[in-house]
């Protein structure tokens, strides 16, 4: 888990390290983030040459000098883990440690060799601990540990740098320094940096599993809890998320800690009791130098009042007085060095691992490039691939049995969990084809549906049935094919694919639903046009008396069929109720707007319809015959047809409400008396209004005020007809009176009671006249005489002549 020292690689830093610092106590300001930098030239880290690297140094003295501090880095304990109690003694004197009391933190880093720790150091505190020089090959820089101040944090912060794990130096039996120092490291630190590369995270020994479990053990046994801050800074982070990583590395620690054998007394003690563990993440130092210099300044930022309420160890416990820091690590490194339960190496289990390891990469290098893997994953992404499961499980087996032949003699335990890594790699490698194999048949499976269900559709069956048998079958066909892809080597199942076919077939089934009833709604809605608007229209063309009784019966009629039919064809989608509902209230809806709307049209010829009608009764009579005027004809009667239709037409009666409406129109336009005074007419005539009395607004067709104005124009273009019926009648009258006033008649009598007498006494005269009666008779109806006399009377007179 820990990193080799040398050109250190930075990760993004996590979203721990970049919050705030807490409140600063009020003490001195730290110096701004650009000295630092300043202060870190982005070639202090990399390999240079020799002269190149003399004058970075002589540039860091210069810079140390600027600002008015010395990070004093002394060796503390030498690589023969002598502790050199001299030079300690002079590095507190020169940093004034005894002065801040408890007010100071203590922080180490431990890591791989050449991973960077050294570097990381100094970019962090500003001190000038001595860096590999990558030109001469990877190789062991730090020996033994080393102290120094951090420059320019507050409070006064303490740096170890210890020598790197791993070492190639110390070799394979003497790893009991490293142990120890990171036993010291973990033992006298507030915070304890462990430097890792991130490629290293899961794996046994690259990532100090055992090394983190002996010291863990012994701190148990030789410590009490100080409450110590684990910062895990992982190093050269690749694209895998930093919350996955972090997500392992307490994984791992927590595994660690339960496996550790501790005292009666810490046998129930959470790890949150000893130690407070942080990951966080710096980009590659040699790759994005900016990068990392960015993120390593904010990781900076969290050392600043480390131990304030909040801060990195804000909660540590068992702080020693900086008087006696010097004697407390000087008796911790003591009993540490006498303690012999660390310098126990697993030598057997430490060469089976190695190889092992060494086996399965190679392996797994083998399967990468494996032609018939290749060749296989090149026909996946082409298409579905039949036999895809059995295919790639003997490419499997054949690795597999290969790593099993040639760790045959290595430890059971050792081989058996390399054996599963390698597994779980190659599973790793080969899960996209499987992916797209799976996102074929999920292809596939959806394209059945769609063919089946238009089929369905095509032979009238009903859509919910029809979408519920070709789902059915689509999601049989998907999991018979599933049988062939699936392989042996992993529990891999198509559950999610499952769904997702699932749910791409209810949305498939969804849009062709919503089309049909779309389609289905159309083609009613047509129907019911077709149905209301001509006839409405004829019957406003015919203006019989009841025409919104007849409007009222057309409109339930043909909407309850409508309805009817609508129902039965969405009983077919099985919709849910409250859709169903609203679906056949809109129909219903849509029909009434048909109605409304054909009236509203025919109220922009109300004035024709009303000279129709006018003209209609006008000349004919009941029995539709052409009217002649006699006399007896009650013409205003007549008129008030005319008036009929205009209350009818003013608004829309569906409902069948009644409604005054014809009555204060009769009142005010044939009854009511002619006003010339404007304003009183205004106030007084119940027409000066923009709505009918017990009428909704939305009923309203015509308005008062729109009636009175349109039966003005009506009298003004009907006058003349009136007038001449009028005539007619007066004439009729006149000339079918034939007999003379009552005077005449007495007179005449008493005048020609002598001719009277003489014609009874004479029968001969009596016969001339009674032929003469019959002859005029003949010719008064043969001329027409009296039709004559009715137009005109003295034409009546010439014909007669």
């Known amino acids: 888990?820990?990193?080799?020292?040398?050109?250190?690689?930075?990760?993004?830093?996590?979203?721990?390290?970049?919050?705030?610092?807490?409140?600063?106590?009020?003490?001195?300001?730290?110096?701004?983030?650009?000295?630092?930098?300043?202060?870190?030239?982005?070639?202090?880290?990399?390999?240079?040459?020799?002269?190149?690297?003399?004058?970075?140094?002589?540039?860091?003295?210069?810079?140390?000098?600027?600002?008015?501090?010395?990070?004093?880095?002394?060796?503390?304990?030498?690589?023969?883990?002598?502790?050199?109690?001299?030079?300690?003694?002079?590095?507190?004197?020169?940093?004034?440690?005894?002065?801040?009391?408890?007010?100071?933190?203590?922080?180490?880093?431990?890591?791989?060799?050449?991973?960077?720790?050294?570097?990381?150091?100094?970019?962090?505190?500003?001190?000038?601990?001595?860096?590999?020089?990558?030109?001469?090959?990877?190789?062991?820089?730090?020996?033994g540990i080393w102290i120094a101040k951090g420059v320019g944090i507050e409070p006064c912060t303490i740096v170890l740098d210890l020598e790197g794990t791993d070492a190639r130096e110390r070799g394979e039996d003497d790893t009991a320094f490293e142990k120890q120092s990171a036993l010291f490291a973990l033992a006298i630190s507030d915070i304890v940096l462990i430097n890792m590369w991130c490629h290293d995270i899961g794996r046994e020994h690259a990532a100090n599993r055992p090394l983190l479990k002996m010291v863990f053990q012994a701190m148990m046994r030789l410590f009490s809890p100080r409450k110590t801050t684990l910062l895990f800074v992982i190093r050269d982070k690749t694209k895998t998320p930093l919350e996955h990583l972090e997500q392992v590395l307490r994984e791992d620690i927590q595994q660690i800690w339960d496996t550790v054998y501790r005292p009666q007394a810490h046998e129930e003690t959470p790890l949150s009791e000893f130690f407070n563990v942080e990951v966080t993440a710096l980009p590659s130092y040699e790759e994005k130098e900016e990068l990392f210099k960015e993120q390593v300044a904010q990781l900076r930022q969290r050392f600043f009042y480390s131990i304030a309420p909040g801060g990195l160890a804000g909660d540590r416990r068992g702080v020693i007085p900086a008087s006696g820091f010097s004697i407390s690590i000087r008796q911790i490194w003591k009993v540490i060095r006498e303690n012999k339960d660390l310098d126990l190496p697993a030598h057997k289990i430490m060469v089976a691992t190695v190889r092992c390891e060494e086996i399965a990469n190679e392996?797994?290098?083998?399967?990468?490039?494996?032609?018939?893997?290749?060749?296989?994953?090149?026909?996946?992404?082409?298409?579905?691939?039949?036999?895809?499961?059995?295919?790639?499980?003997?490419?499997?087996?054949?690795?597999?049995?290969?790593?099993?032949?040639?760790?045959?003699?290595?430890?059971?335990?050792?081989?058996?969990?390399?054996?599963?890594q390698l597994e779980s790699k190659a599973l790793h490698l080969v899960h996209p084809a499987f992916q797209a194999m799976l996102g074929h048949l999920r292809s596939k499976a959806l394209d059945k549906f769609k063919n089946d269900l238009e089929q369905s559709l095509e032979s009238r069956k009903g859509f919910a049935m029809s979408v519920c048998t070709c789902t059915d079958a689509s999601l049989r066909e998907f999991e018979t094919e599933f049988t062939d892809v699936?392989?042996?080597?992993?529990?891999?199942?198509?559950?999610?694919?499952?769904?997702k076919l699932c749910h791409d077939i209810e949305a498939y089934a969804a849009s062709v639903r919503g089309v049909k009833l779309f389609e289905l709604k159309a083609s009613y809605e047509k129907k019911i046009t077709e149905a209301l608007v001509q006839p409405v229209e004829l019957l406003f063309d015919s203006a019989a008396e009841d025409i919104w009784a007849s409007i009222r019966e057309l409109y339930r009629h043909e909407t309850e069929n409508a309805m009817s039919g609508y129902s039965s064809s969405l009983a077919?989608?099985?919709?849910?109720?409250?859709?169903?509902?609203?679906?056949?209230?809109?129909?219903?809806?849509?029909?009434?707007?048909?109605?409304?709307?054909?009236?509203?049209?025919?109220?922009?010829?109300?004035?024709?319809?009303?000279?129709?009608?006018?003209?209609?009764?006008?000349?004919?009579?009941?029995?539709?015959?052409?009217?002649?005027?006699?006399?007896?004809?009650?013409?205003?009667?007549?008129?008030?047809?005319?008036?009929?239709?205009?209350?009818?037409?003013?608004?829309?009666?569906?409902?069948?409400?009644p409604d005054k409406i014809e009555n204060i129109l009769s009142s005010s336009l044939m009854d009511g008396p002619v006003i010339k005074d404007r304003t009183i007419e205004a106030f007084r005539d119940p027409l000066a209004a923009s709505t009918w009395e017990g009428v909704p607004p939305e009923n309203t067709v015509i308005t008062p005020v729109q009636c009175k104005s349109i039966w003005k124009q009506f009298k003004v273009e009907t006058e003349s007809t009136v007038s001449q019926a009028i005539s007619s009648q007066e004439a009729f009258k006149r000339n079918n009176s034939w007999l003379p006033p009552p005077w005449a008649i007495v007179t005449i009598a008493v005048l020609g009671f002598n001719e009277f007498m003489m014609l009874l006494r004479n029968p001969l005269y009596l016969a001339i006249l009674f032929i003469l009666f019959i002859l005029s008779r003949v010719v008064w109806y043969e001329l027409n005489i009296a039709g004559e006399f009715q137009n005109v009377t003295v034409r009546g007179i010439q014909i007669l002549l």
């Not at 106590?25 to 690297?53: A, C, I």
């Not at 699936?486 to 769904?499: F, L, M, P, T, Y």
């Not at 005319?642 to 569906?654: G, P, V």
């Open 486 to 499: 699936a392989i042996q080597h992993a529990d891999w199942n198509a559950s999610k694919i499952r769904e």
């Open 363 to 420: 392996k797994l290098r083998c399967l990468t490039s494996d032609k018939d893997w290749l060749a296989l994953e090149a026909s996946v992404q082409a298409g579905s691939v039949s036999g895809f499961g059995r295919k790639l499980d003997s490419i499997l087996d054949a690795y597999l049995s290969e790593y099993d032949m040639e760790t045959f003699y290595f430890d059971d335990g050792v081989r058996t969990a390399k054996r599963q």
């Open 1 to 143: 888990m820990l990193l080799r020292d040398g050109p250190f690689l930075p990760l993004p830093v996590t979203s721990a390290a970049l919050r705030p610092p807490p409140p600063a106590p009020p003490t001195r300001d730290p110096p701004p983030l650009t000295l630092l930098s300043l202060s870190l030239p982005s070639m202090f880290s990399q390999p240079k040459p020799k002269r190149r690297v003399v004058g970075l140094r002589r540039r860091w003295r210069q810079l140390v000098v600027e600002m008015g501090e010395d990070c004093a880095a002394t060796q503390l304990i030498d690589a023969n883990r002598a502790f050199n109690v001299d030079g300690l003694d002079r590095f507190l004197k020169a940093v004034k440690l005894a002065d801040y009391g408890l007010s100071y933190a203590v922080v180490s880093i431990i890591g791989p060799q050449s991973s960077g720790k050294s570097t990381l150091l100094n970019h962090l505190f500003g001190t000038n601990f001595r860096e590999m020089d990558a030109f001469k090959g990877r190789s062991q820089t730090t020996k």
């Open 572 to 657: 077919g989608f099985e919709l849910d109720q409250s859709t169903f509902d609203k679906m056949m209230a809109d129909l219903k809806n849509y029909a009434r707007g048909v109605v409304v709307r054909k009236i509203r049209e025919e109220a922009g010829k109300v004035l024709i319809h009303m000279k129709d009608r006018f003209s209609t009764v006008f000349s004919h009579d009941k029995n539709s015959m052409p009217r002649v005027w006699t006399g007896k004809e009650d013409v205003r009667k007549i008129t008030e047809e005319a008036l009929k239709f205009l209350a009818a037409m003013a608004a829309i009666r569906l409902d069948d409400q």
